[in-house]
């Protein structure tokens, strides 16, 4: 299903299997480990980069999210595998729910192509929002067509990373979502990208030293 030009939602996993990655996130959530690790991203108070969390090291292994985003990148963008060169991916869990995180601010990803799956959504609102094109500054929220998408349990979206999106607030109950950013090798023929690659570079140092996890938010999924 093409949600607008640039995004594509499918069916992916199957119900039991996004509740046994629900629960081994759970059980993640209460180990001493989890809660001295850092938050995955910028934007999120609740959080785990999918590699410090033991149990999914079988479920949902490093290598499987790499052909799996491959394959999708390949099938449903134009230029695929031959535009897409993986070189590394960044993939962690984030939750939303009443009292704790119930949104997301408008914000472009810092990959090229970014894999989001909905494990759980037992709430009201928690939207996805795209907004039309892919844009290097700021976005127009008022010039740009938005394109507004209700995120299913077992559902992928596969959006571009420059492309400008949102949560909408959730209103009751509690939003799961696995999202993986896909990191391209830069093309030796194209400076500007070379450059990418040092912002790469960059990037993923600083994604092991993001923020620590706030205190006083509860912690459970
Ligand atoms: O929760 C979502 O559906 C979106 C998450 C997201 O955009 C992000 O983590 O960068
Ligand atoms: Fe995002």
Redesign the pocket.
Known sequence: MRICDGAFALPLFSPSFCRRVCEALERHETTEAAAASTLP?G??NYGYTLSQVDELQQLLPSSLLHSLTEDLIGCLFDGGKEGYDPIDHHSYA?R?RVGEDTN?KM?Q?DSDY?L?V?LRNTGRGGH?VFLEGRHDDTPRVDHQASHSYV?REGWEVLHRGDFW?S?RTLNAGE?V?I?VWCLSRPSPSDPADWRRAGFYADLLADLHRVRQRPRGVTQNV
Do not use: G, S
């Open positions: 991203n934007l999120t984030i939303y997301l914000h990803d970014t989001n909905c996805l995120h999106h949560v939003r979502n999202v």
